[in-house]
């Protein structure tokens, strides 16, 4: 009964070639976080959206965009990766706003 | 804007022997909570524990326990009888911001 769900769970791309990671969830929670996670390092927030209200990190590269179609569903978009996006993609959603992260098990990107 | 820190990069403990992992914050806002995750190799994100800025009490989680020192601005976990399970990364976070970690390794 996963809540936080990433697909696919391992991706290889190649240099240049646009990738979508995928996030779903049955929370019904307004919030959803992306973050990227590159080895041994803490999560970087890339940007967050409170209903379809979107907020992006202020270092968050051009090169990373999102899409909320719906409450349930998150995507994140990079456009032309690089070998230095190779990293952990960590979807989490927030319902209350002192409650945990719910995090899905991550996608694996890696970029050849 | 809210800003954590963690200044252990890397922590050892004896199987059994408590260990305190250090987090301390930073944040204008009055009303706030902080969040104890653990990270193991495997990647997933695991929540152990939460501390509200106006708790009167400091919350504990069965072996977790948060000494939450507000005037100070710390918030540090304290893990006791440690067990091999234990090892992994332990990341402080507020408001979806998370510190740099410290990888905790117990020894047999």
């Known amino acids: 009964d996963a809540m936080v769900i990433q697909n696919p769970r391992y991706q290889v791309t190649q240099f240049g070639k646009p990738v979508t990671l995928s996030c779903s969830q049955t929370?019904?929670?307004?919030?959803m976080y992306w973050y990227q996670q590159k080895s041994s390092q803490a999560p970087k927030l890339l940007f967050h959206y409170y209903d379809k209200d979107f907020n992006n990190e202020a270092d968050t590269p051009d090169n990373f965009q999102s899409r909320r179609p719906n409450t349930s569903f998150c995507f994140l978009d990079i456009r032309s990766p690089g070998l230095g996006d190779t990293a952990m993609y960590l979807c989490?959603?927030?319902?209350?706003?002192?409650?945990?992260?719910?995090f899905g098990n991550g996608t694996r990107l890696t970029v050849t | 804007a809210q800003k954590i820190t963690q200044t252990q990069p890397g922590m050892f403990v004896q199987e059994k022997e408590a260990v305190t992992l250090d987090c301390t914050y930073d944040?204008?806002?009055?009303?706030?909570?902080l969040f104890w995750y653990k990270q193991p190799s495997s990647g997933e994100m695991i929540f152990l524990i939460y501390q509200g800025s106006y708790d009167q009490q400091n919350a504990t989680e069965g072996r977790y326990s948060l000494n939450f020192q507000k005037a100070r601005k710390s918030a540090n976990l304290v893990i006791s009888a440690s067990q091999l399970g234990d090892s992994a990364m332990y990341f402080c976070a507020m408001r979806g911001v998370f510190g740099t970690g410290t990888s905790l390794t117990v020894i047999p």
């Open positions: 944040t204008s806002d009055p009303s706030y909570g």
């Open positions: 989490a959603t927030l319902g209350l706003i002192n409650s945990p992260l719910h």
């Open positions: 929370l019904n929670h307004n919030v």
